[in-house]
């Protein structure tokens, strides 16, 4: 009964494609230090699809949170309860039917983009299962040094899915390494076509990087995580050599900066399980 359920309800959102946008909500467990995987943080994650021109992916909350969409506010989950603070600050957008994805990321204070035409080389098994009321198949993927398990089902014929995977006959469920990072499905609903703007989650315009651009940004600022931060007390009154008022205690700029640097190399060390192990190289 609950399998016929959702395929009458994907054929009901199927009728006003044209006009609609489908929103699938995940839930993405995550491990972001590799040397305490004890620790597990989640967020929900929310994936618009308007099946004629692409999708976003990002957090769920963060969206609550711009304010994006007032009326989104209103819904009740784990999310508006305890730390409200997003964990979750890159997004992927995909433009069909291409499937070009562009990650949007940050390295430091550089907001940057990378885009990628990558079509996926997957291994679809015979494996089944069900998974929410769907039926769902196993497939097998290499990604960016992690080997990835997806459970698709072919009942939603959109070949999208969380982050940047795509490609598979099917919409994808759920999908996860060896339990760093696992993307399960939450629901599936229909709402009013949206425009979201993907830079409307960035503060400032972002720059276009190749993964090697990418990986130099990333290793350069990782010897010197301060260096924007210093420059931006070098250019102003008295340069590193004056003083800040810091909760009426005063601080010497070179302290503020010298403390500030080591707060984000001990972040550096325990943010170190990223999804695509091979562009943080």
């Not at 609950?2 to 395929?7: Q, R």
């Not at 489908?22 to 618009?48: C, G, P, W």
């Not at 009740?76 to 600050?89: H, P, Q």
């Not at 009942?155 to 696992?182: A, T």
Request: with cysteine; glycine share 6%.
């Amino acid at each position: 009964m609950k399998k016929t359920f959702h395929v009458l309800f994907f054929l009901i959102m199927c009728a006003s494609l044209h006009s609609q946008t489908i929103r699938v909500l995940y839930n993405y467990q995550f491990k972001s230090d590799s040397l305490h995987r004890e620790n597990r943080s989640s967020e929900t994650m929310a994936l618009d699809i308007n099946p004629e021109t692409g999708s976003t992916f990002y957090s769920y909350k963060k969206y609550q949170q711009d304010s994006i969409s007032k009326s989104e506010n209103k819904l009740k989950s784990d999310d508006n309860a305890g730390d409200n603070k997003a964990k979750v600050k890159f997004f992927v957008t995909k433009k069909y039917p291409e499937y070009i994805s562009v990650l949007y990321t940050h390295i430091g204070s550089t907001a940057v983009n990378l885009s990628s035409n990558r079509k996926f080389e997957w291994d679809i098994r015979s494996d089944k299962d069900t998974l929410e009321g769907y039926p769902v198949q196993k497939a097998i993927l290499s990604f960016q040094g992690r080997q990835w398990t997806a459970w698709f089902t072919p009942e939603i014929q959109i070949q999208d899915g969380p982050y940047r995977f795509s490609g598979l006959p099917g919409l994808i469920l759920k999908i996860g390494d060896n339990g760093d990072h696992v993307f399960t499905l939450i629901g599936i609903k229909k709402i009013k076509a949206e425009k979201i703007n993907p830079l409307n989650f960035t503060k400032k315009k972002s720059i276009e990087v190749n993964e090697q651009q990418f990986s130099k940004l990333w290793n350069n600022y990782k010897k010197d995580p301060a260096k924007d931060y210093r420059l931006k007390y070098s250019g102003s009154q008295g340069g590193l050599n004056g003083n800040l008022n810091v909760g009426g205690q005063i601080i010497s700029k070179r302290e503020v900066v010298k403390k500030y640097e080591e707060q984000v190399k001990e972040k550096i060390k325990s943010e170190n399980n990223f999804i695509e192990l091979e562009m943080y190289k």
